[in-house]
């Protein structure tokens, strides 16, 4: 036996297990019920008592005292892993139940007898069989009547100086393990000091106040008070090292005590010692605001806790009992897609994506009408040939029997299919990149909507995809049509045409000077051309001037036809978008859904394992924060009452 065993180590005495009275017990009680309802799962955090000490400061003592079994004990440290005691009061057990467990699910049933060395053995599988230590815990479920209702974690004794076997950084790697349990502010630390030493000098009260400067959950249980009884009266009373919830004075159980007598011997010394029995009764034992101090913010917790689920049930699908039901849900989630698409899409209305410019439908829509317009060439295409000779091979190829000075019809129409062709494919761009564009934002909102229902949500795809292809299908009828009625007749009511050609003929007659006299230069700039070489027209001058006078009037016309392009299809693409917000949209879920006997919405009435199973969990989460809030409303009432009638 070391040093703390001949000494009295034994058990601790009766003053902390004693002092489960009326009062205490129902505390420990309360957040035992908290616990077993499993309350941490729902993101509540309890009190844990931490118990903390220099090594052989008597740490296993205090926790043997209230389990009521032997814990491994003995020179140097003694508790090698973090040992996590639950303690279960059960008033049918006849005989005590314990079990330890530990790993990768590791469980070992035991004996009060056999406790310490299936602790041991434990402790040599995680740890190894040496003086080392390890992070990874140890449960020990103490199932007993008689025992208090608590979960304590037994922690590594502190020591400075390896010993033979240890490693040299034994300080550090037990620093690192006390800090990770004391650290969380709902950390009860339970500091061990020994009566004999200066308290100021113990390396657990340094840690303790690194991380609770305060000292407001700091708890001071002094071992050996029999040991050293001289000056403890007023070390406790002057507090040296800022103990905020004050200080618990036992005696250790000695040699072959029982817990009886080691309890009664208890009482005899602070009752009767010249010097221990001055203390304060609240000395003795450890006082209720342990735990009731930390009601408060388990309150609000839960209350937070319970808003929040509330809401987030609140917030789910409505649970639906029969088709009707599920038909009034499907309307009234086709209403706020078209609600949000008409914002989108046709009012430039984006409240709802501020962030997000892909849902940004009209301004998306007007940028492609930009792009599409300055794709369209504002001048009549050229061609890669000399000035006007398209022109003149053309006219060359419609001559008739006519008289000489008149414009064939045949040509222009020949020079307009084939310029007006160069551009046919540029609308189609257009149509297809909107469509691709609203089908996706349709798609993206419409599912935003219905993600309470995923189970319509194919359906909902298929009939989107079907209503695009339909759209597309009417756009290309469009587009070609625009080309088409471009090609059956060269006519525009546009007066810029007259303004247009006029303007450009006036170069007329500076043509026909440069290509009938040769000794005028052959490089000249004519108003809508630049400067053009009319050298090769000299050999085709009696179609010149014809060809200039074709080329400015397809220059002139190509202004009005852009312009019907640009037009025709922009008001097309508006009036199609708007069509499907209002009115096609919805018709066409609809048929997808309300068909076939209502076959559609009736996979609504089934919902989703996802949505079941987010149902089932808060649903339970709310139950089990409700009893909790009862039980510490019982318990504060229970405190108040008590405070009220001392």
Same mark, same amino acid.
């Given at each position: 036996?070391?040093?703390?065993? &001949?000494?009295?180590?034994?058990?601790?005495?009766?003053? +902390?297990? !004693?002092?489960?009275?009326?009062?205490?017990r129902p505390l420990l009680d309360a957040v035992d019920r908290l616990r077993h309802l499993k309350v941490t799962q729902v993101g509540i955090q309890l009190p844990t008592i931490v118990v903390v000490g220099d090594q052989s400061s008597g740490k296993s003592s205090?926790?043997?005292?209230?389990?009521?079994?032997?814990?491994?004990?003995?020179?140097?440290?003694?508790?090698?892993?973090?040992? *996590?005691?639950?303690?279960?009061?059960?008033?049918?057990?006849?005989?005590?139940?314990?079990?330890?467990?530990?790993?990768?699910?590791?469980?070992?049933?035991?004996?009060?007898?056999?406790?310490?060395?299936?602790?041991?053995? &434990?402790?040599?599988?995680? !740890?190894?069989?040496?003086?080392?230590?390890?992070?990874?815990?140890?449960?020990?479920?103490?199932?007993?009547?008689?025992?208090?209702?608590?979960?304590?974690?037994?922690?590594?004794?502190?020591?400075?100086?390896?010993?033979?076997?240890?490693?040299?950084?034994?300080?550090?790697?037990?620093?690192?393990?006390?800090?990770?349990?004391?650290a969380p502010r709902e950390s009860i630390i339970l500091n061990v000091l020994s009566a004999t030493v200066d308290f100021p000098t113990c390396e657990s009260i340094r840690m303790s106040q690194q991380v609770d400067r305060t000292g407001e959950r700091t708890l001071?249980?002094?071992?050996? $008070?029999?040991? &050293?009884?001289?000056?403890?009266?007023?070390?406790?009373? !002057?507090?040296?090292?800022?103990?905020?919830?004050?200080?618990?004075? @036992?005696?250790?159980?000695?040699?072959?005590?029982?817990?009886?007598?080691?309890?009664?011997?208890?009482? %005899?010394?602070?009752?009767?010692?010249?010097?221990?029995?001055?203390?304060?009764?609240?000395?003795?034992?450890?006082?209720?605001?342990?735990?009731?101090?930390?009601?408060?913010? +388990?309150?609000?917790? +839960?209350?937070? %806790?319970?808003?929040? $689920?509330?809401?987030?049930?609140?917030?789910?699908?409505?649970?639906?009992?029969?088709?009707?039901? #599920?038909?009034? *849900?499907?309307?009234?989630?086709?209403?706020?897609?078209?609600? $949000?698409?008409?914002?989108?899409?046709?009012?430039?209305?984006?409240?709802?994506? /501020?962030?997000?410019?892909?849902?940004?439908?009209?301004?998306?829509?007007?940028?492609?009408?930009?792009?599409?317009?300055?794709?369209?060439? &504002?001048?009549?295409? /050229?061609?890669?040939?000399?000035?006007?000779?398209?022109?003149?091979?053309?006219?060359?190829?419609? =001559?008739?029997?006519?008289?000489?000075?008149?414009?064939?019809?045949? #040509?222009?129409?020949?020079?307009?299919?084939? =310029?007006?062709?160069?551009?046919?494919?540029?609308?189609?761009?257009?149509?297809?990149?909107?469509?691709?564009?609203?089908?996706?934002?349709?798609?993206?909102?419409?599912?935003?909507?219905?993600?309470?229902?995923?189970?319509?949500?194919?359906?909902?795809?298929?009939a989107v995809q079907s209503l695009m292809d339909k759209a597309r299908a009417r756009s290309a009828q469009h587009v070609r049509e625009l080309i088409e009625m471009e090609l059956v007749a060269d006519y525009t009511a546009n007066p810029d045409y007259m303004k247009?050609?006029?303007?450009?003929?006036?170069?007329?007659?500076?043509?026909?000077? !440069?290509?009938?006299?040769?000794?005028?230069?052959?490089?000249?700039?004519?108003?809508?051309?630049?400067?053009?070489?009319?050298?090769?027209?000299?050999?085709?001058?009696?179609?010149?001037?014809?060809?200039?006078?074709?080329?400015?009037?397809?220059? #002139?016309?190509?202004?009005?036809?852009?312009?019907?392009?640009?037009?025709?299809? #922009?008001?097309?693409?508006?009036?199609?978008? =708007?069509?499907?917000?209002?009115?096609?949209?919805?018709?066409?879920?609809?048929?997808?859904?309300?068909?076939?006997?209502?076959?559609?919405?009736?996979?609504?009435?089934?919902?989703?394992?996802?949505?079941?199973? =987010?149902?089932?969990?808060?649903?339970?989460?709310?139950?089990?924060?409700?009893?909790?809030?009862?039980? @510490?409303?019982? +318990?504060?009432?229970?405190?108040?009452?008590?405070?009220?009638?001392?």
């Open positions: 036996m070391g040093e703390e065993a &001949a000494n009295g180590g034994g058990v601790a005495g009766s003053a +902390i297990a !004693a002092s489960y009275d009326d009062q205490i205090v926790l043997e005292s209230l389990a009521g079994i032997s814990l491994p004990r003995g020179q140097g440290i003694c508790t090698r892993v973090p040992l *996590v005691m639950r303690l279960q009061d059960d008033p049918s057990a006849d005989e005590p139940e314990l079990r330890l467990e530990y790993g990768s699910g590791s469980v070992a049933a035991t004996t009060e007898a056999e406790v310490a060395d299936a602790i041991n053995a &434990a402790t040599a599988e995680i !740890a190894g069989s040496g003086k080392g230590i390890s992070d990874a815990p140890i449960t020990l479920v103490v199932r007993k009547r008689g025992v208090p209702d608590l979960t304590l974690v037994d922690l590594p004794g502190i020591t400075r100086v390896p010993v033979q076997g240890q490693p040299e950084d034994i300080y550090d790697q037990v620093a690192r393990i006390i800090r990770e349990y004391i001071a249980v002094v071992t050996k $008070s029999d040991r &050293a009884p001289e000056g403890l009266l007023d070390k406790v009373t !002057a507090d040296d090292v800022n103990i905020g919830l004050g200080y618990v004075c @036992v005696r250790n159980r000695i040699g072959d005590e029982t817990y009886d007598q080691a309890r009664a011997e208890e009482e %005899r010394l602070f009752s009767h010692h010249p010097l221990l029995s001055k203390m304060d009764k609240s000395m003795v034992g450890i006082p209720a605001a342990i735990i009731a101090r930390c009601l408060p913010d +388990i309150v609000k917790q +839960i209350n937070d %806790r319970l808003s929040h $689920s509330s809401e987030e049930l609140d917030r789910m699908p409505p649970q639906l009992n029969n088709v009707a039901d #599920a038909v009034r *849900v499907f309307f009234h989630i086709v209403k706020q897609a078209c609600t $949000s698409l008409e914002k989108v899409l046709l009012r430039g209305d984006f409240e709802e994506y /501020p962030d997000r410019l892909e849902f940004h439908g009209m301004a998306r829509i007007a940028e492609m009408l930009r792009d599409y317009a300055k794709k369209l060439p &504002a001048e009549c295409p /050229p061609n890669d040939q000399l000035f006007l000779m398209e022109e003149v091979r053309i006219l060359e190829e419609t =001559k008739g029997i006519s008289l000489p000075n008149f414009l064939p019809r045949s #040509a222009f129409l020949v020079m307009l299919k084939k =310029k007006v062709q160069t551009i046919g494919r540029v609308p189609q761009g257009l149509v297809n990149g909107v469509w691709e564009y609203v089908e996706d934002l349709v798609m993206k909102i419409l599912m935003k909507h219905s993600d309470d229902f995923p189970q319509v949500q194919p359906s909902c795809r298929r247009t050609w006029t303007e450009i003929m006036e170069g007329h007659e500076k043509l026909m000077e !440069a290509v009938e006299d040769a000794c005028k230069p052959s490089r000249i700039t004519l108003r809508g051309f630049g400067e053009v070489d009319v050298l090769h027209l000299r050999a085709h001058a009696d179609l010149a001037g014809k060809a200039f006078d074709l080329r400015a009037r397809l220059t #002139a016309y190509w202004k009005s036809i852009v312009l019907r392009l640009v037009d025709g299809l #922009a008001l097309h693409v508006l009036l199609s978008v =708007k069509r499907l917000v209002e009115k096609d949209l919805e018709e066409d879920l609809g048929n997808e859904l309300l068909g076939n006997k209502f076959a559609g919405v009736e996979r609504m009435l089934a919902p989703s394992p996802s949505v079941a199973a =987010k149902r089932e969990r808060l649903s339970n989460s709310i139950v089990l924060l409700r009893q909790s809030k009862e039980v @510490v409303a019982n +318990i504060m009432d229970r405190i108040s009452t008590a405070g009220e009638q001392v």
